[in-house]
Antibody
Framework: QLQLQESGPGLVKPSETPSLTCTVS??????????WGWIRQPPGKGLEWIGS???????YYNPSLKSRVTISVDTSKNQFSLKLSSVTAADTAVYYC?????????????WGKGTTVTVSS | EIVLTQSPGTLSFSPGERATLSCRAS???????LAWYQQKPGQAPRLLIY???SRATGIPDRFSGRGSGTDFTLTISRLEPEDFAVYYC?????????FGQGTKLEIK
């Protein structure tokens, strides 16, 4: 059964560039059938798509975050990662990694449990 | 960007009742690329419906979705205690894919 597990720093200071990693188990990130993505949810609020990546490295970002986001993939480790630069308190959220379908814009059928990132000095 | 509006923000029902949740898009959602998710406190969302009306694997048939264009609904035919949660719609037909702000289904 496919499982996704996020890992990250937990607490970061404003202006830093935290990195989050999603480890995929029970399946290959190199499958030609899927994109992989990041979605976040601020406390008590709704969901926001951050971006998606294919195993080849093709990326698609939310325009509202594009200038600060980098998503990368490491097929040898079956992982993909998110870097978010110049963070502020507004970036405090639960960050989910997820499996999408054959298109970078797609519904999400597998979610990680989420990792909380808190931005505070 | 397509804005999805879910109203009302909270709905109150009793177990056994029928609930219909609404999701309205600011522009037409292409190819009915609309999904519904259920989220319980402290958990990740769970996919219920995709393509506006197709149930995801393992989802009970009391959940059904319909709609096209700008108006979509999720119906739960007979509410079970475990159905009380927050429900989100998502459109994935246009970039950026966007989510509604959610409807909380609470026990009356």
């Amino acid at each position: 059964q496919l499982q996704l597990q996020e890992s990250g720093p937990g607490l970061v200071k404003p202006s830093e560039t935290p990195s989050l990693t999603c480890t995929v188990s029970g399946g290959s990130i190199s499958s030609s059938s899927y994109y992989w993505g990041w979605i976040r949810q601020p406390p008590g609020k709704g969901l926001e798509w951050i971006g998606s990546i294919y195993y080849s490295g093709s990326t698609y970002y939310n325009p509202s975050l594009k200038s600060r986001v980098t998503i990368s993939v490491d097929t040898s480790k079956n992982q993909f990662s998110l870097k978010l630069s110049s963070v502020t308190a507004a970036d405090t959220a639960v960050y989910y990694c997820a499996r999408l379908g054959w298109n970078p814009l797609y519904y999400i059928d597998v979610w990680g449990k989420g990792t909380t990132v808190t931005v505070s000095s | 960007e397509i804005v999805l509006t879910q109203s009302p923000g909270t709905l109150s029902f009793s177990p056994g009742e029928r609930a219909t949740l609404s999701c309205r898009a600011s522009q037409s959602v292409s190819s009915s690329y609309l999904a519904w998710y259920q989220q319980k406190p402290g958990q990740a969302p769970r996919l219920l419906i995709y393509g506006a009306s197709s149930r995801a694997t393992g989802i009970p048939d009391r959940f059904s979705g319909r709609g096209s264009g700008t108006d979509f609904t999720l119906t739960i035919s007979r509410l079970e205690p475990e159905d009380f949660a927050v429900y989100y719609c998502q459109q994935y037909g246009s970039s950026p894919q966007t989510f509604g702000q959610g409807t909380k289904l609470e026990i009356k």
